[in-house]
């Protein structure tokens, strides 16, 4: 098998080369100690997703989405198996260096926004600039109101998350995931806590940013989502 980073050497995928894999699972297994022995979330999964693909990951409620995606994020290590996203191995990091790797290379998104609640909306999205340290501090606020822009509420930039409707909240998540300009973004249920109208509204935006080149992986258990992703795997 051909090293799956040779053209990524600087540790992150060439946004919208699609002869290169962006992602690679090969025989995963993730299993949790539980009282009874072990839950086996995931068995054998291998996956390979090249660098602009938007993949859909359809399942019902505990068949393993959510694992999987924390398991490309590097929030999670599997039992067994090797995980590689990004020109990089995953089980090779240490926890510091999988910091390091998540900054610049994975925009997250979540079901439940997961916004700071003391922290204004642009202050939310200026956070993982002042993490990995990507971004000049002077322009910072200036790039995290543009994506705020971008993504249709610019101006909720100056008001707390809590004032903003669950639409709103979640597109000012997207501007959050865009912070570091990253060329992945994984999505976990994004539309789970939306009515249809504002949740198409949003696959409609994660359409758009996989036409930048971006390659996206959405955790889902709609069906809906073949319109807006190149794939699915269930």
């Not at 946004?15 to 100690?33: H, M, N």
């Not at 240490?94 to 700071?116: D, K, P, T």
């Not at 939310?124 to 509420?153: C, I, S």
């Not at 000012?172 to 509204?201: F, Q, V, W, Y």
């Amino acid at each position: 098998m051909n090293d799956p980073g040779s053209a990524q050497r600087n540790g992150s995928i060439r946004r919208g080369d699609t002869t290169e894999v962006a992602i690679r699972l090969s025989e995963v297994d993730k299993a949790y100690p539980v009282s009874a022995g072990a839950f086996v979330a995931l068995e054998g999964l291998s996956l390979d997703i090249v660098s602009g693909e938007f993949v859909a990951i359809v399942g019902r409620s505990g068949s393993g989405k959510t694992t999987m995606l924390n398991l490309l994020a590097g929030i999670d290590r599997p039992t067994s198996g090797t995980v590689w996203v990004a020109g990089a191995d995953l089980g090779s990091l240490s926890e510091s260096g999988l910091a390091a790797w998540r900054g610049r290379n994975v925009g997250l998104v979540f079901q439940f926004f997961q916004l700071l609640p003391t922290l204004t909306v642009v202050e939310n999205v200026m956070l993982p600039m002042d993490f990995a340290k990507t971004v000049p501090v002077g322009e910072r606020r200036d790039r995290a109101q543009n994506l705020l822009e971008r993504v249709g509420v610019g101006d909720q930039a100056d008001k707390l998350p809590s004032t903003l409707s669950g639409g709103q909240q979640q597109r000012a998540a997207i501007a959050r995931a865009l912070a570091n300009d990253p060329p992945l973004l994984l999505a976990d249920e994004p539309t789970g806590n939306l009515d249809s109208a504002t949740a198409a509204a949003v696959l409609a935006l994660f359409a758009e940013l996989h036409a930048d080149g971006r390659t996206i992986v959405l955790v889902t258990h709609e069906t809906d989502v073949q319109d807006v992703a190149g794939r699915q795997v269930a």
